[in-house]
Each structure stands twice: as C-alpha cells, then as structure tokens.
C-alpha cells in the first residue's frame, strides 16, 4: 500500500448527511493536511493538524490525528451540494520537508 | 490577483518536443514545488525549490529539468517528451520549508503527448 492511503475511494451522500473520509499513512510525519480538488482545478488547502495534535476543528470540518494508528479521519458535517470534490490528505515526512499526498476520496453530495 | 499561476493551462504536442512550463506565484513565499497528477488523480511531488535552491528532486527522469531564476518563478522543461508524461502538472508553493506549512496550488498545466 502506499503512503497517504484513503477511504473510502468514492463516497456519495444526500444534502445535509456527514462526510466521513479516512487517510492511513507509513512514515512518522510533522504534520498531516487535508486539501480539496474540484474537478479541473488546483488543490485548496483545508486544514493541518500537526502530529502532538488529536483533533482540530475548521467550521463544518473536523479533523483527527492518531499517530499510534498512522491515520487521520476528516468528517465534514451537513454537507453541501458546494462540498462535491476529491478530497486529499497530505503528510509531511519527518525530517525530509516532502509531502507525500494520499490518493484521494471522490465526495458526491446529492442535492 | 492569481497567487500561483501557471501557463500554459493546456498543451498538446507529440513525441520527441521539447517543452516548458511556467509557473510564478506573487505571495512573497521561499518554497515551490512541481507535483504531477495521473490520470488516477494520483498526486506525487517532483520537485521542490526553496530560495532558489533545489531541496527535492524525486527519482523524476533526466529528462525534466526545472529552473527557478528567482524566488517568485520556478519553470519546468521537459525534453523529448514520451506518452507517459501525459498529466496534469501542478506548481504550488509554501510560505517556507519549515514544518506546518501550508501549500498553495496552482490551477495545472494539462499536458497531452500525442
């Protein structure tokens, strides 16, 4: 498996329900992100939580880190028909100021 | 105002060109990056420049070479281009290379070899 791993690949849920995504990754990291990619365009940066942090919170988004399990979980609540994008974390690798991304989840947010 | 901009969006051109794209971002950042996207979405770093300085060069063939003339641009030729490189390219950039920091993506460079 490579690092950065999501699931699920593809996720489709009606207007208002949670998003909940996961992201497994191999390596100790500084850092773990999660960034947004509509279709057709660049990534947007969403939120960080670095690795002394367990949670985090961003408006409707909630993050949460667990180094011991070398993953993250990214839940978006009452989603939005807006909120439909690939959804990606990306850690930073100790000592080595790369970051490796992870291969994505397809969110689909029914209206 | 674009923070990351790349050009050209889209390029289409055969086997064996030569070609360049470039990349310049107006947010007073040290680091760039050039990632490549397949066609799986699969997102992996190629490169990374901070201050001009090349910090990252990822296993990416010789055929790829980029050149930051400055802190603000970092361009990327590619030479003798193959099917393979078929892909959307992406340039981001970060305020440093310290950890924690955010990236700023451009919106890509689509490239098709025919």
């Known amino acids: 498996s490579q690092q950065g791993e999501e699931d699920p690949q593809a996720l489709s849920i009606q207007e208002g329900e949670n998003a909940t995504m996961n992201c497994s990754y191999k390596t100790s990291i500084n850092n773990l992100q999660w960034y947004r990619q509509n279709s057709g365009r660049g990534l947007v940066h969403l939120i960080l939580?670095?690795?002394?942090?367990r949670e985090k919170h961003s408006g409707r988004l909630r993050v949460t880190l667990d180094t011991s399990k070398k993953s993250s979980s990214l839940l978006i609540t009452a989603s939005r028909a807006a909120d439909t994008a690939s959804y990606f974390c990306?850690?930073?690798?100790?000592?080595?100021?790369?970051?490796?991304f992870g291969t994505g989840t397809r969110l689909k947010v029914l209206a | 105002d674009t923070a990351v901009s790349q050009t050209p969006k889209y390029l289409v051109t055969q086997m064996g060109n030569d070609k360049s794209i470039k990349c310049e971002q107006n947010?007073?950042?040290?680091?760039m990056y050039w990632y490549k996207q397949d066609s799986k979405k699969f997102l992996k770093i190629m490169f990374s420049y901070n201050n001009k300085e090349l910090i990252i060069n990822e296993t990416v063939p010789n055929r790829f070479s980029p050149k930051s003339p400055d802190k603000a641009h970092l361009n990327l030729h590619i030479n003798s281009l193959e099917l393979g490189d078929s892909a959307v390219y992406f340039c981001a950039s970060s305020p440093s290379l310290r950890d924690s920091s955010e990236q700023y993506f451009g919106p890509g460079t689509r490239l098709t070899v025919t």
């Open positions: 990306a850690t930073e690798v100790t000592g080595t100021y790369k970051y490796i």
């Open positions: 939580i670095r690795s002394n942090e």
């Open positions: 947010l007073g950042h040290d680091t």
